[in-house]
């Protein structure tokens, strides 16, 4: 498990670490300057930016993979932490420098370049600079400018004539937008990056990328994208966040020799890959649990695996009431995703003519009611309407009675214990009463808005889209079931942490793709039936387990082209067997 760290967290780590005198800083300037010598050891340095086809492999484009055949957004390797020796001179790197200790960070890091010798110069966008950095800097023969020196027309003239940029305008201790003169700087520089494409240099940011949320991966104004970011310490928030992670690129963590705390192990060194180029708020409410990110060791602990002593029904039973004469299809997704997931049955139970349809995918399914141990609720039902159709009602009573076993409401015709589902699509506006941690609300951004909608918040998909941490965790207050918001990067909120997971390339946003992803989770809901209703903070595990299973499945189908949705389904017994070493 990777936790991220809240910049309050970072503050109390650094306190008594700096008042014994450790050298944070000079760690921090180092391991910045070796990560610049290895992209510019690495591709050309012609006084135009390095050529992307010539990059090593820790920096992604958008939307590639690795050779793995895994998106850049779950790459993990650890980072090279030799030393590059020997001059890159002809190479050119702009810092951007603001006031603060990130700012001296960037200025000691670019005294280690200079004398390495490269031309590095440091525009300070503030009449203050780090005193000590700032004459470490200059006594290494730097070049400094102040933006009341220059305009910043020619700030992006000296960026584009560079090999590197470095932005080192704020850390963690930022609050909101970027002020003037920074702000305006950093929309003139991502502006003119937009406009380069592939002319713009290489772009690292230093421990964040400038003006975003730290703690809750908000953008609430300019952020130049980076290509990588280059963080000390812990992991932030905002860094594995959605829509602040996109601007981050790779994210290398750095030990700078912070204590080590339960969940963080194994992240000195380390390469988190995410994607640049896409768009994103801040502060974390510790009360809430920690931001945390689900690794494939983590997925094997929670699976459920069978003993020799296991059976059918021992193993668990999914139940799944999805599909209509309009939208056949989902039915057959979402049982396909429940089968190869690995249950001791799936029940299906629908219309006829649907059910037909999903034997004819599925034979192994048993179209008829028993015993049940999940549901799966919703895809590819309609939301309740004054056009549904014979198909839709029928339904739609049989979701409503398996919503009375979630929520313990029993009605006259259902009977047994208190079970965990997935409810997704059209169960979704089915809701009548407060839900149990076990029930996973399992919509995208539209999905969510409406549901807060009807629960008297003022939001929209954009809202929802611009400050996901928030919303996802309102939604959890305000109906108690576990929150799953799909999408590029997936957040999950229950009692407790919040899960972030971005595993699935970005073909894998196709019609279908989320039944499949219901179906997995149903399967993992009912092989830990029972330790999911005493325990009111696995649901959220679970479903972070199966987002991770359904991504990594999406990659294999993909290989980087095109897919299907069922084709997601047919990869995941191979990923989970991937996963549990077999």
């Keep these: 498990m990777k936790d991220a760290w809240s910049s309050d967290e970072v503050r109390k780590a650094e306190e008594p670490m700096i008042a014994a005198g450790e050298p944070l800083m000079a760690r921090a300037a180092y391991a910045l300057a070796q990560a610049v010598l290895r992209e510019v050891a690495a591709g050309p340095t012609t006084g135009r930016a390095p050529d992307r086809a010539g990059r090593p492999a820790a920096v992604r484009l958008r939307g590639s993979l690795g050779s793995d055949g895994l998106p850049g957004t779950a790459r993990l390797r650890r980072a090279r932490t030799a030393g590059i020796r020997g001059e ?24 280690h370049l200079v004398r390495r010798g490269m031309s590095v110069t440091a525009v300070l966008a503030s009449t203050r600079a780090h005193e000590d950095g700032l004459a470490a800097f200059r006594a290494a023969g730097g070049k400094v400018l102040t933006l009341a ?29 970027l002020r003037p003169p920074a702000g305006g700087l950093v929309r003139t520089l991502a502006e003119a990056r937009e406009k380069a494409g592939e002319r713009w240099p290489l772009t690292i940011a230093v421990d964040i990328p400038s003006g975003i949320g730290v703690d809750d991966g908000a953008v609430p104004g300019p952020v130049l994208a980076a290509d990588r970011t280059v ?18 690129g790779e994210v290398e963590l750095v030990d700078v020799g ?11 060194g380390a390469v988190w890959g995410a994607a640049p180029g ?38 668990g ?67 309740i309407g004054p056009e549904d159709g014979p198909d839709d009602d029928g339904q ?41 941690a076990w029930a996973v609300l399992t919509p995208h951004a539209g999905e969510l808005a409406d549901l807060l909608q009807g629960l008297g918040h003022d939001v929209d998909r954009a809202a929802v889209e611009a400050q996901p941490l928030h919303w996802v965790r309102t939604a959890h ?56 209703v005493s325990d009111e903070t696995l649901a959220a595990r679970l479903a972070a387990a199966a987002v991770l299973v359904h991504g990594r499945a999406a990659a294999r189908a993909s290989a980087g082209g095109p897919l299907a949705a069922l084709e997601i389904a047919r990869a995941v017994p191979a990923v989970v067997a991937e996963l549990l070493g077999a």
């Design 258 to 268: 912070f204590p080590t705390v339960a969940g963080s192990e194994g992240w000195s």
């Design 317 to 383: 039973v999914v139940g799944v009431i999805a599909g209509t004469s309009t939208y056949p299809g989902a039915a057959v997704l979402a049982t396909s995703g429940a089968v190869l997931a690995g249950p001791g049955m799936v029940r299906y139970l629908g219309p006829e003519a649907v059910g037909t349809r999903v034997l004819l995918a599925r034979p192994e399914v048993v179209v008829a009611g028993g015993r049940v141990q999940a549901w799966v609720l919703g895809p590819g039902v309609p939301a």
């Design 477 to 532: 207050q305000a109906t108690g079931a576990t929150v799953l918001l799909k999408g590029a990067i997936t957040v999950v909120a229950g009692p407790g942490d919040v899960y972030t997971q971005a595993d699935a390339p970005a073909w894998t946003s196709t019609a279908g793709a989320g039944d499949v992803l219901a179906g997995i989770l149903g399967t993992l809901l009912a092989g830990r039936s029972a330790d999911v």
């Design 278 to 315: 896409r768009h994103a708020m801040s502060g974390t409410d510790p009360a809430s649990g920690r931001v945390r990110r689900m690794e494939p060791a983590d997925v094997a602990e929670l699976w459920p695996v069978p003993s020799p002593h296991d059976h059918k029904y021992t193993r």
């Design 88 to 111: 890159v001179r002809g190479a050119r790197a702009l810092l951007l420098v603001g006031p603060g200790n990130n700012g001296g960070d960037t200025l000691f890091a670019g005294a």
């Design 231 to 248: 963080t000390f310490g812990a992991l932030k928030p905002g860094l594995i966040l959605p829509p602040a992670a996109h601007l981050a």
């Design 396 to 436: 739609a009573r049989r979701i409503f009675g398996a919503l009375a076993a979630v929520t313990g409401v029993l009605s006259e015709d259902v009977t047994g214990g208190k079970m965990p589902a997935v409810i997704d699509a059209g169960a979704l506006t089915m809701l009548e009463h407060r839900l149990p």
């Design 149 to 177: 020196d220059i305009r910043v027309p020619s700030v992006v003239q000296t960026a584009l004539a560079s090999d590197i940029v470095l932005d080192g305008l704020v850390g963690v201790g930022a609050r909101g937008a």
